[in-house]
C-alpha cells in the first residue's frame, strides 16, 4: 500500500525552527521526485521545495536560504529543514511523491508560526 507520512510539525515561535519528515513506502513503482507544499488557511497549495532521485534540488525562490530538502535513502525519508520561520510560514505542509503511475500525497502536517 502506497503510504507518504508526514511528521514533524507543530507550533514554533517566529525565528524558530522545524524539521518535517515525510516517510515514504509502499511504492513497487518508479518515483521520479519527492516534494513538499503548502497550504495556507484561504490560500492555493503552493510547492515549497522538491528532490529528485538523482539528488537535484528546487525550491520556491521566496524560500531559498531559509528552507532545506534532504533525504534518506536508508529510511526511505525525505526531510524538510524549516529555520528562521515566519507567521507567513503557518500552513499544513504536505508530501507529494510524483511517479510514473501519477501524483500521491500524504495527509499533511500542520505548522503553526506564532508567539
Known amino acids: 500500500q502506497v503510504q507518504l507520512v508526514e511528521s514533524g510539525g507543530g507550533l514554533v515561535q517566529p525565528g524558530g525552527s522545524l524539521r518535517l519528515s515525510c516517510a515514504v513506502s509502499?511504492?513497487?513503482?518508479?518515483?521520479?521526485?519527492v516534494g513538499w507544499y503548502r497550504q495556507a488557511p484561504g490560500k492555493q497549495r503552493e510547492l515549497v521545495a522538491g528532490?529528485?532521485?538523482?539528488?537535484?534540488?528546487n525550491y520556491a525562490d521566496s524560500l531559498k536560504g531559509r528552507f532545506t530538502i534532504s533525504r534518506d535513502n536508508a529510511q526511505n525519508t525525505v526531510y524538510l529543514q524549516m529555520n528562521s520561520l515566519k507567521a507567513e510560514d503557518t500552513a499544513v505542509y504536505y508530501c507529494?511523491?510524483?511517479?510514473?503511475?501519477?501524483?500521491?500525497w500524504g495527509k499533511g502536517t500542520l505548522v503553526t508560526v506564532s508567539p
Open positions: 507529494n511523491a510524483r511517479t510514473n503511475q501519477g501524483d500521491y
Open positions: 509502499g511504492f513497487s513503482f518508479t518515483i521520479a521526485s
Open positions: 528532490i529528485t532521485m538523482g539528488g537535484s534540488r
